[in-house]
């Protein structure tokens, strides 16, 4: 069907017809900032939150855990295990969450960019 004026040979429509761009304005600055910086911000905080859910339990939970064990039936040494266990869960460092530090950082410059070009723009009109 889109092909059938090709095929007919009509002219085509020219390239500004079909697409009309709007002017560029230093508020582009202000969206793409604005999602990097949102974005990072997200990824630090899922990053943190998932590292401190990874991290081994407290004493207090170990026993309350081998507890629960010893009385639904468990062997002594399932219970020294679980009393013992003081190996992280997870694999990933708290420290690991600071990757989301460049996407924080991208945005940053996007909205300084903004900044300084919104102030030009102004002066200038």
Known sequence: MGFSAIEKGAPLPALTD????????PRVYLLRGMMWLLSGIGLT????GFA???RSQSVEQRVRTAQRLKDQGATEEQVRAVQNDTVPHGDLAPGFSLIGLVPISVGLAYLLSYRVENKKHTIST
């Open 45 to 48: 905080l899922f990053l943190v």
């Open 18 to 25: 079909i697409e009309q761009r709007a002017p560029w304005t």
């Open 52 to 54: 401190e859910s990874a």
